[in-house]
C-alpha cells in the first residue's frame, strides 16, 4: 500500500544550444535533433527523488510507504525521457501523449496535467521544474495548482522540514527569501539553487530498461478533444519570427587608459557617469 | 484539427523542416510531410513561402465580449510602495487604451497603499480600484488571486496586463485559471491589431532565439504579464489629479473569506547585498576570467559607482563565487537594463539568452574569440584585473574623489 505519492511533471524539450539562425534566410536551423530534459526539471526530479529519501525511513516505522511518479504530456518518443527519469531514481512514470493534446498551451496543459493527477489516489506534492526551456512561461505549475485547488509554491530555493501532512519551505522572491508553512496537498516548483541533481545509477538505468512506461490517452483521462491541445487552448500563435538583433560591435584598440578613457567618454554622454 | 500540407504547391524546398524545433516535418518524395511531433506552433507556416502549409479544422467561436471594456493594469506593491513595472504597464496600458478608445484602470491591493495614487495618476490612469486591507500586507497568491479574480468579474476589463515579477508570474496564473482565460506569459511587446481590435502579445521563447506572437481567443480578459523594464515609463504631464475622489474606487472585502492556506513565517533578505538585480539600470557582471569570489569586491566597486549592481554568469555561480540570485542566464535572471558591463563572461548562448536585450553591452574578456564580442557594443580585449581599476579610477577622478 503507497501513502505517499509525489508527481514530478516533467517535459522533454530541444536542446537550445542545438538552434542556430542561418544569417541568409534568418531562419531556424536546427544541427543535429537532439531533445533534453527540460533542465530545470531535472532539480524536480531529484528534489522528488530526495524528498522521498528523507520520508522513507519515517513512514517505514509506521508501515507506510512513498513513492515517486514521473508524468509527462507529450509525444510518443517522450516516453524515452521518462525512462531517464527512471534511471535517476524515480519509482514510476506516465506519459500522456494524444495527437489532441498537441498545440496544448499552458491552460490545456494544466487541464490535462490536473485530469491525469486525479487519477491516482493518495499523492501529496507535486514538483514541477520553475519553468521550460522552450515554451519558457512558468505557468503550468500555478495554473495546474489552481485547478486541483492546491497552495503553490513557485521559485523554491529549499524545502526545511516535511511530514506526511506538511511542508515549510522557502521561495526565492526579487530581493527576498520567504519562509511558508503549508499544509499537503500542495504543487511547488523548483529552479537551480534547490539540489545538484545526481548521475543516474547502473542500477537505475537497468530498471529505465526493463520498465513498460504506460501511455493515457484522451479518453482514458474522459477529457474530450475539445478541451485539450490547440483546440482546448485559450491562446494561440498567430506569428513566430526571429529577433532582429543589429548588434554594431565596436572593438577598442589602444592601450587600457586609452580604451577606458573611451568607455567613459561614452557613459558620459549616456549620463551614466 | 489536423495541419496539412498542400502537395500541389508544396516545392519541398526544406524551409518547414529547417524551422521546425520539434522534428516534425520530414521531406517525403520532394514533399513536406508533418508527423506526430508536431505541437502546432505555425513555424512552418509563417516560413512557407508558398503557403502550402495551413492549420484545419480549428473553428472560430465568434463569441460576443462586447461586455467586457477597458484596459486594467495591476499595479504590484511591495511593502507598501507600487513597483516601477506597475507604471511601465500604466503608461504601455494608456497606449493601447487611448488606440482602443476606452478607460485605463489600475489595481492597487495592499496595505496602507493610499501613498501611492498621486504618483500612479502621473502615468495616465483612468480610474483606481483599490483594496486598501491588513489581509494584503505580505505578498500571498491565494487572498490576492481571489482578490483580482473579484475585481475582474466585476469591472470586465477585455485586457488585464501585470507586472512579470517572481509574484506576478506566481499569482497571475492562478487568476487565469479562475477566470478561464488565457494568459500570455513574460511579453516583451504589445500592439493593437487594428482590425480586429484584439491584443497582439509579443514574447521571445527559446531562449530569446525565436519571438513569437500570441493572440487570445475566445475568453476574456486577455490577460498578459510583461517583463519589467522593457516598457517605459512615462509621465503623462497631467499632474494635479485635484479630485481623487471620483478617480479611486475603494473596495470593501470580507476580511472573514480571505483565509490563506499560505502560511508566512519568515522572510529574511540577504544582508548587504542587493540581490533583485533584474531592478537596477546598470548590472556589473563576472565570469570564470574573475578566478575567485574575492574579485567580485572589485566588481561590486564598479556597480556601486555607477549606481547598479554585481551580476554573474553561471560558471561564477556553479564555483560558488556569488549567490544564485546573481546569475544572469537561461537557468538565472533574464535581465535588461541601461548597460550591461561583462567582465570575464565568454558568453555561451545561454548567459546571452539572459543579457542580449540590454541597452549597452561593454564587454572585457582577454580571449578575442569570445562569443560575447559578437553581441557586445563595445569590446575590450584585454585584463579586467587591469581595465575595471582604470575604469574606476577615472569615474572616480571625474567626480572629484580623488
Known sequence: MIDIKIIVCIKQVPGTTEIKINPETNTLVREGIETVINPFDTYAIEEGVRLKEKLAPLLSQTGEEVETIALTMGPPQSGEMLKEAIALGIDKAVLLSDRAFAGADTWATALTLAEAIKKFDDWKLIILGKQTLDGDTGQVGPELAQKLNIPFIGYTSSILDINKNRMTIKRLMEDRYETFEIRLHAAISVGKDINIPRVPSLRGKLRARNETIPVWDKNYLNLDQSQTGLEGSYTQVIRIFMPEHHYEVKMLDGSPDQQVDEIYGRLKELNIV | MDIKVDESTCTGCSLCKNVCMYDAVEIINCKAAINDNCVFCGACIDVCKFKSIEITGLQDKNLDFSNYSGVMVFLETLDGA?????????????????????????????????????????????????????????????????????????????????????????????????????????????????????????????????????????????????????????????????????????????????????????????????????????????????????????????????????????????????????????????????????????????????????DLVIAINKDPEAPIFKIANYGIVGDLFEVVPKLIRKIKMGRGLE
Open chain 2, 82 to 358: 507600487v513597483l516601477d513595472v506597475g507604471y511601465e504597464l500604466s503608461s504601455e496600458g494608456r497606449k493601447l487604451a487611448s488606440n482602443l478608445g476606452v478607460t485605463l484602470s489600475g489595481v492597487l491591493i495592499g496595505n496602507n497603499v493610499k501613498e501611492n495614487f498621486t504618483q500612479a495618476f502621473e502615468y495616465g490612469l483612468d480610474k483606481i480600484y483599490c483594496i486598501d486591507n491588513p489581509v494584503f500586507s505580505n505578498q500571498i497568491d491565494d487572498i490576492y488571486a481571489k482578490a483580482l479574480v473579484q475585481i475582474i468579474d466585476k469591472y470586465k476589463p477585455e485586457i488585464f496586463l501585470a507586472g512579470a515579477t517572481s509574484f506576478g508570474r506566481s499569482l497571475v496564473p492562478k487568476v487565469a485559471a479562475i477566470i478561464k482565460t488565457g494568459l500570455t506569459a513574460d511579453c516583451t511587446a504589445l500592439a493593437i491589431d487594428e482590425e480586429k481590435k484584439i491584443l497582439l502579445q509579443t514574447r521571445p521563447t527559446f531562449g530569446g532565439n525565436v519571438l513569437a506572437t500570441i493572440v487570445t481567443k475566445d475568453a476574456r480578459p486577455q490577460m498578459a504579464t510583461v517583463r519589467p523594464h522593457v516598457m517605459e515609463k512615462k509621465k503623462t504631464g497631467i499632474t494635479g489629479t485635484g479630485d481623487l475622489g471620483t478617480k479611486v474606487e475603494f473596495i470593501d472585502i470580507d476580511q472573514s473569506k480571505f483565509k490563506t492556506k499560505y502560511k508566512l513565517i519568515s522572510t529574511e533578505k540577504e544582508a548587504g547585498e542587493n540581490i533583485n538585480i533584474t531592478d537596477y539600470d546598470v548590472i556589473v557582471s563576472g565570469g570564470r576570467g574573475l578566478g575567485g569570489s574575492d574579485s567580485f569586491a572589485l566588481l561590486k566597486e564598479l556597480a556601486d559607482l555607477l549606481g547598479g549592481v554585481v551580476g554573474a554568469s553561471r560558471a561564477a555561480v556553479d564555483s560558488n563565487w556569488i549567490s544564485y540570485p546573481h546569475q544572469v542566464g537561461q537557468t538565472g535572471k533574464t535581465v535588461n537594463p541601461k548597460l550591461y558591463i561583462a567582465c570575464g563572461i565568454s558568453g555561451a548562448i545561454q548567459h546571452l539568452a539572459g543579457m542580449q536585450t540590454s
